[in-house]
Every structure is written in C-alpha cells, then in structure tokens.
C-alpha cells in the first residue's frame, strides 16, 4: 500500500507540473497607430497574438492628432499617450486601465512623444520632439505631475529630442536630440541638465557653440533617434539611426565604449 501510495502521488505531481507548465501567462500591450487615432490593446498568450480591443483617443474628430508615445504608471492604474499634434501644441493624455476611459490631459510643447514616468520622483518626463520645428530650433523635455497632469518643468535641450528613458531607480533621464547629435543627461531630482555628449566620432563641441539662427546648423550625419538603458544601469545604448549604428555608453565615466554597425 505504501508503494502504490508513493506511486499515486508521483504520478499528481506529475500530471500537476504538465498542467501548470502547459498554461501561459498573458502579457498585454498598448500600441498606437499614428495615422488612425487608435490605441490597441494586444494579448499575446505564448503563442499567438489577439487585438482584444481598439480604443479611439483624441478628442479632434476630423483632425489627426498623431498618438505617439504610450506608458503605463508604475502601478499599474493609469496609461498615458502622447498626442503629437495640436493648434499648434501637442498634449498629453490620461487613461484608467481595465475602462480605458479618459481621465484628463494637460498641453505639452510641439510634437510630445516618448515618455516615460520615474519610480523616484514619480514624475512623467516627456520630449517635445518639434518634428516640424526646422533643424535650427531647439526643443525641451516637458516634466509632467501625472497625478494632477500639470507641467511642472520645461528643460531645454537640442534640436528634435526623442528616446525618453529613465535608469530603473529613476535618478537619471536620458535623451537624444537628432538634429544635434547628442546625449542628455537629465538629473530627475533636481530638473536640470547635467552631462551631454555627442554620439557620433568627431568632437561636436563647436556645433554645441553655435547660437542656432536659421542657417546656422548643419545636419549631423548621426542623426540619433533612441537611447536606452541596459537593465543593470552601467550603460546606455543610442540608435545612430544615420549611421547604422548602435552605440554603447559607460554611464560611470561618460565615454562611448563600443560601436555595433546594423543594417539600414
């Protein structure tokens, strides 16, 4: 009797170890769609991916207003999305997760797009990429309070920023301005800009000289688009997206380590 009892409980752990491994876990996923007004919500099961729901946002109904960038807060409660367009400044919006109805929404700068909110500060950082500001206007990072969606702060930084990230204690934003060819390095306590550099291989520091007057700014060949984090915050990673290049940053001593070619 005790052998068969040992069996039958071998063979329960066995059948309950198939059951638990066989069964996936959903992952949900916001994504926009630019050009339709539309944020989707996606559920990937392990296996296959299902749109379970499209939710139409803006509040323009015959005006494109261009959903760009998207975060959930930290805990899990609110989703907010950039709306790039606007008369002309562009907005930030606030969902409640589960209803997907709108709460409230605050105006940014020109062109808002990538955002993301700060475990620390608890703050919502957002560039203003100001697409069709020209390649001699340099634009900001607009710092949200995304409980009473009031700007609190615009930081100046370079021509066409975008590649809103935060280190994962939440201490350090981090930018790239395209039409400048740099990294910033924004201190999330204090608000203020305190290290930039260039991504690409020459010294810029005369280009970061120069007063931007229309004319007075070439394009740089780097053209960055995104930075991001490695998940042990040593290093960052800039998508030189002129170049075909990923470059990696020391955080720690500010330098351009390594240099991954990709395609185009």
Not at 52 to 58: A, C, D, L
Not at 186 to 207: F, H, N, P, V
């Amino acid at each position: 009797m005790k052998k068969s009892s040992n069996g039958i409980s071998i063979l329960i752990l066995a059948i309950f170890f198939c059951l638990s491994t066989s069964i996936a876990t959903d992952y949900f996923i916001y994504a926009t769609s630019e050009s339709e007004d539309e944020v989707a919500l996606v559920r990937f099961d392990g296996n296959k991916i299902h749109v379970e729901k499209r939710i139409p946002v803006g509040v323009w109904p015959i005006e494109i207003e261009g959903p760009h960038g998207i975060n959930v807060s930290p805990d899990g409660e609110y989703w907010y999305l950039s709306m790039a367009h606007g008369i002309p400044f562009g907005h930030l919006y606030k969902y409640k997760t589960g209803s997907d109805e709108l709460v409230d929404r605050v105006e940014l700068g020109l062109f808002p797009a990538t955002l993301q909110i700060s475990p620390a500060t608890g703050l919502l950082y957002v560039v203003n990429f100001n697409l069709h500001g020209g390649h001699d206007e340099v634009s900001t990072v607009s710092i949200v309070d995304p409980e009473e969606m009031v700007e609190i702060d615009r930081v100046e930084t370079g021509i066409m920023p975008h590649g809103s990230r935060l280190l994962n204690n939440g201490l350090k934003h981090y930018s790239v301005a395209m039409m400048s060819a740099k990294l910033y390095e924004l201190d999330a306590m204090r608000m203020e800009i305190t290290r930039t550099l260039s991504t690409g291989k020459q010294d810029m520091k005369k280009m970061s000289g120069m007063k931007h007057k229309m004319g007075s700014h070439s394009m740089p060949k780097e053209k960055p688009t995104w930075v991001y984090p490695h998940p042990n915050d040593k290093f960052l990673y800039v998508v030189n997206n002129g170049t075909n290049e990923v470059v990696e940053v020391d955080v720690e001593r500010w330098i351009i380590t390594r240099r991954f070619q990709t395609d185009k």
